[in-house]
C-alpha cells in the first residue's frame, strides 16, 4: 500500500500569513490522483483539491496544490481564523486509498 | 442536494457484528462509486472501503479484510457496510463519502458519520 506521511504534524502560524503543507508518497503516484481535506472538529471533512491541483466547487482560491511524482503540497494563502483545521491527503491511484496523517494548523 | 445519511452504528461486543447503511438522494447513485472512511476518536481519517458504482469491484484495507464487506442496493439507494468479528481498534465514527467523478477519485460530499463503539 502507499503509505501517504504529511509534514509538519503542526504548524504554528498568525492570521494572514501562509501556510505550506507537505505530503509525501512512499511511491510515485505516477498521475494526479491526489487530494487534499479540510476538516473542522466535530465535522465531515471537506474536499478542497483533487487531481493535484483542481480546487473543488466554493473553494476559495488562496488555496493551491502542487507538486508531482512523491512530493506534494498545499499552500494557504492569506490564512483566515478558519483556515485553523486540520488537513489531509488522500492518494486514489492504486487501491487502498489511503490517507495521509494529517496537519494541523493553529493559531499562534 | 445530494443528502448521505448512516444508521447502523452503536455499541458492540469484541467479536460482535454490526450492519451500517448509508441512505444516499440527490444524484444518480447507481452512477457513482461509493466509500467507507473511518476516524478513531481523536485520531486521523483512515480509509476503509470502497465499491464501484456497479457494484462489482470492491477494495477494502487491510486491517478490515476478511472481516467487513461493503455492498449496495440500487434500487434502495443505500451503501452498506457489514462489520463482523470486531474488535476494540474498529471504534470509531464511520463516513460514507460519494465519489467526485463517475470513476474512483476523491470524495465529493461526506455523510455526517455514525459512531461504532466496541467495547465489554
Known amino acids: 500500500e502507499i503509505v501517504l506521511t504529511q509534514s509538519p504534524r503542526t504548524l504554528s502560524l498568525s492570521p494572514g500569513e501562509s501556510a505550506t503543507l507537505s505530503c509525501r508518497a512512499s511511491?510515485?503516484?505516477?498521475?494526479?490522483?491526489l487530494a487534499w481535506y479540510q476538516q473542522t472538529p466535530g465535522q465531515a471533512p471537506r474536499l478542497l483539491i483533487s487531481?493535484?491541483?483542481n480546487r473543488a466547487t466554493g473553494i476559495p482560491d488562496r488555496f493551491s496544490g502542487s507538486g508531482s511524482g512523491t512530493e506534494l503540497t498545499l499552500t494557504i494563502s492569506r490564512l483566515e481564523p478558519e483556515d485553523f483545521v486540520v488537513y489531509y491527503c488522500?492518494?486514489?491511484?492504486?487501491?487502498?486509498?489511503?490517507f495521509g496523517g494529517g496537519t494541523r494548523v493553529e493559531m499562534k | 442536494e445530494v443528502q448521505l445519511l448512516e444508521s447502523g452504528g452503536g455499541l458492540v461486543q469484541p467479536g460482535g457484528s454490526l450492519r451500517l447503511s448509508c441512505a444516499a438522494s440527490?444524484?444518480?447513485?447507481?452512477?457513482?462509486?461509493m466509500t467507507w472512511v473511518r476516524q478513531a476518536p481523536g485520531k486521523g481519517l483512515e480509509w476503509v472501503s470502497a465499491?464501484?458504482?456497479?457494484?462489482?469491484?470492491?477494495y477494502y484495507a487491510d486491517s478490515v479484510k476478511g472481516r467487513f464487506t461493503i455492498s449496495r442496493d440500487k434500487s434502495e439507494k443505500t451503501l452498506y457496510l457489514q462489520m463482523n468479528n470486531l474488535r476494540a481498534e474498529d471504534t470509531a465514527v464511520y463516513y460514507c463519502?460519494?465519489?467526485?467523478?463517475?470513476?474512483?477519485?476523491?470524495?465529493?460530499?461526506w455523510g455526517q458519520g455514525t459512531l461504532v463503539t466496541v467495547s465489554s
Open positions: 463519502a460519494k465519489n467526485l467523478l463517475r470513476t474512483w477519485g476523491s470524495y465529493e460530499y
Open positions: 440527490g444524484f444518480t447513485f447507481s452512477n457513482y462509486p
Open positions: 465499491i464501484s458504482s456497479s457494484g462489482d469491484s470492491t
Open positions: 511511491q510515485s503516484l505516477g498521475s494526479t490522483y
Open positions: 487531481g493535484i491541483s
Open positions: 488522500q492518494q486514489y491511484g492504486v487501491p487502498p486509498f489511503t
